[in-house]
């Protein structure tokens, strides 16, 4: 059974930055994406950014794209999500997600993903 594990979330100030990891244990060798999503209040879940665990290939939203960054460890299991100039727009819960299997095209859907962390909050104010 996959287990994710996120940490890193906070409160900071706009302009300011966060380092969020996701530590995942259990992955199956099948697991092509892992993923950043997010989720403010009243709103649907969104996607931030996907990294794929092989190859290293990254995508992002067009609201983070140049502000944040994700990255992978392989040794360790563990994705990082660098965000830096935080606007209080990106104020969410994010949540780290993988997959069990290979689909072309669908890594920022939040349905292809099988296994989701319990999730960090990230507060930027104003």
């Known amino acids: 059974q996959v287990q994710l594990v996120e940490s890193g979330g906070g409160l900071v100030r706009a302009g300011g930055s966060l380092r969020l990891s996701c530590a995942a244990s259990?992955?199956?060798?099948?697991?092509?994406?892992m993923a950043w999503f997010r989720q403010a209040p009243g709103q649907e879940r969104e996607f931030v950014a996907a990294i794929s665990w092989i190859g290293g290939s990254t995508y992002y939203a067009d609201s983070v794209k140049g502000r944040f960054t994700i990255s992978r460890d392989n040794a360790k299991n563990t994705v990082y999500l660098q965000m830096n100039s935080l606007k209080p727009e990106d104020t969410a819960v994010y949540y780290c997600?993988?997959?069990?299997?290979?689909?072309?095209?669908?890594?920022?859907?939040?349905?292809?993903?099988?296994?989701w962390g319990q999730g960090t909050q990230v507060t930027v104010s104003s």
């Open positions: 997600a993988t997959d069990s299997y290979y689909g072309s095209g669908v890594y920022s859907l939040s349905a292809h993903y099988d296994y």
């Open positions: 259990g992955r199956t060798v099948t697991s092509y994406f």
